[in-house]
């Protein structure tokens, strides 16, 4: 099947910057789109950012100019470059990945979340 494990996260001060990495693995065909969530304590789970196989991306308004998602399709990881961090960026990030395995079934996946706490 498919595995994807994240990297990355930890406690930073305001202003700060953190790379988070998600790496798929597994019978792997194609990776669709992939995405970057969050989820802070007592919200709900929202979508950060995304990025297409062909590398078009779009970002939640709240951090725009602040974080930049990419992937590198080699080695099937995708990154989230997080500059500027608030203190209500503070949440589990979780990525999630579109994939097309060999048997030719097609199913979203998702990392067990890393902690990203932003505090002084």
């Known amino acids: 099947q498919v595995q994807l494990v994240e990297s990355g996260g930890g406690l930073v001060q305001p202003g700060g910057s953190l790379r988070l990495s998600c790496a798929a693995s597994?019978?792997?065909?194609?990776?669709?789109?992939m995405d970057w969530y969050r989820q802070a304590p007592g919200k709900q789970r929202e979508l950060v950012a995304s990025i297409t196989s062909g590398g078009c991306t779009t970002y939640t308004d709240s951090v725009k100019g602040r974080f930049t998602i990419s992937r590198d399709n080699v080695k099937n990881t995708v990154y989230l470059q997080m500059n500027s961090l608030k203190p209500e960026d503070t949440a589990v990030y979780y990525c999630n990945a579109d994939i097309t395995i060999r048997d030719g079934s097609r199913n979203d996946y998702w990392g067990q979340g890393t902690q990203v706490t932003v505090s002084s």
């Open positions: 597994g019978s792997i065909f194609r990776i669709n789109a």
